[in-house]
């Protein structure tokens, strides 16, 4: 088995000529990492945990033992197999850590490479299993809960659509309403003239206009998730810039306290579905506005979009905290989130991916921490009618 397919070996001996002995003997085999003091191997195990599958130390070392060692490090690494080289007069130490489960194998000096040797690969292989016990046991876990979460959304796609269909229908009844109170109105302003009440009543039928297509969007998200969860496949084109127009109406009362926002790009059309893009927009541009938060200066979210021979590039900027490179490969993760508890899902941008890969697309994320992201989407141009 190549070494870097095991966890490593870390080794600890404050004699300089034993660590290169140890190195020598199964270098070739194993990935190996070598200390010389106990708080050095503590400091690596911090940095290095996850990696580390067994730890060998020697007994007898200035200022720690090596049982007290790996029972510190057992706090760090607790699947980490703990292993000790003692000599003949620290025996009866050494025994007792192995009765309380603070060591699992132990050899005496002069240890036997072969002995050690099949130790090792024992303790690696049984480290790897484990691990990929753990990550078969994490993948069930997060497919039983998106299992969950698909029939909660399929009850919730239900349940829209009785008050979507309520609200459509009182909206254009209170339409209709409206006429017959404007004409009446209009005879009476005309001679008691009365600049609030003209105001009122010409803002009224846009007023009206936003409710039916906030109806018409809900309408259409309960579809969609209704079809998602079933499978089925709703992919139409989109004009982009109505979608991002609607987006951004939607996602107001997120921005409107926290940021300035600007959209700027050419009519096109893309291959993917305009409730759809509205999704992953609405998530996006939420997102930038949450992430002005603690920033300290005025926010601003940038949504372009630019066409290409194929394909359109959108992309949705901010100025706020940023995420962190170690994180940016977690954030389309599901169920991954950097938000408090009860803010985030740890859906959002992971159902984002889907539907844009789903459709052809691409997602790439860019980020720098305290100076703010961009997310580039690529999506496929619609074809000609």
């Given at each position: 088995?190549?070494?870097?397919?095991?966890?490593?070996?870390?080794?600890?001996?404050?004699?300089?000529?034993?660590?290169?002995?140890?190195?020598?003997?199964?270098?070739?085999?194993?990935?190996?990492?070598?200390?010389?003091?106990?708080?050095?191997?503590?400091?690596?195990?911090?940095?290095?945990?996850?990696?580390?599958?067994?730890?060998?130390?020697?007994?007898?070392?200035?200022?720690?033992?090596?049982?007290?060692?790996?029972?510190?490090?057992?706090?760090?690494?607790?699947?980490?197999?703990?292993?000790?080289?003692?000599?003949?007069?620290?025996m009866q130490?050494?025994?007792?850590?192995?009765?309380?489960?603070?060591?699992?194998?132990?050899?005496?000096?002069?240890?036997?490479?072969?002995?050690?040797?099949?130790?090792?690969?024992?303790?690696?292989?049984?480290?790897?299993?484990?691990?990929?016990?753990?990550?078969?046991?994490?993948?069930?876990?997060?497919?039983?809960?998106?299992?969950?979460?698909?029939?909660?959304?399929?009850?919730?796609?239900?349940?829209?659509?009785?008050p979507v269909g309520y609200l459509s229908q009182n909206v254009a009844s209170l339409r209709r309403d409206l006429e017959c109170v404007v004409q009446y109105a209009s005879k009476h302003l005309a001679s008691d003239p009365s600049p609030e009440v003209a105001s009122v009543l010409e803002d009224l039928p846009s007023l009206l206009t936003d409710l039916a297509s906030g109806a018409d969007h809900l309408r259409g998200v309960a579809l969609g998730l209704r079809a998602q969860a079933r499978g089925e496949d709703m992919e139409t084109s989109a004009d982009v810039a109505e979608v991002v127009s609607f987006a951004v109406k939607l996602a107001r009362a997120e921005v409107r306290d926290r940021a300035r926002i600007t959209t700027m790009g050419e009519p096109v059309k893309v291959s993917f579905g305009p409730v759809k893009l509205c999704q992953v927009l609405l998530n996006l541009i939420v997102n930038a506005a949450q992430a002005m938060e603690g920033t300290g200066r005025p926010g601003r979210i940038e949504v372009r979009w630019s066409s290409r021979e194929q394909d359109v590039v959108l992309s949705v900027t901010d100025n706020g905290c940023g995420i962190a490179q170690e994180l940016q490969e977690k954030v389309f993760q599901p169920l991954f989130t950097t938000k408090p508890v009860g803010i985030g899902t740890g859906l959002g941008l992971s159902i984002c991916k889907e539907l844009v890969v789903q459709s052809g697309g691409a997602v790439r994320l860019s980020s720098t921490q305290g100076s703010g992201t961009e997310v580039e989407l690529t999506l496929r141009r619609a074809p000609p009618p």
């Open positions: 088995m190549n070494p870097s397919d095991l966890p490593a070996v870390l080794y600890v001996d404050d004699d300089a000529l034993n660590l290169r002995v140890f190195e020598a003997n199964f270098g070739q085999k194993f990935r190996i990492f070598r200390c010389s003091t106990p708080a050095e191997a503590l400091t690596l195990l911090e940095q290095k945990r996850n990696e580390i599958g067994v730890i060998l130390s020697d007994q007898r070392m200035p200022g720690m033992t090596g049982v007290e060692l790996l029972e510190r490090a057992r706090t760090l690494a607790p699947d980490a197999k703990r292993m000790l080289v003692t000599a003949y007069s620290d130490a050494v025994i007792d850590a192995v009765n309380r489960g603070q060591v699992s194998r132990y050899f005496v000096k002069p240890w036997d490479r072969a002995e050690v040797l099949a130790a090792l690969e024992d303790g690696l292989r049984i480290a790897r299993l484990e691990l990929r016990i753990r990550e078969v046991e994490g993948r069930m876990m997060k497919a039983e809960r998106l299992a969950t979460l698909g029939q909660v959304t399929t009850g919730i796609a239900h349940e829209l659509m009785g």
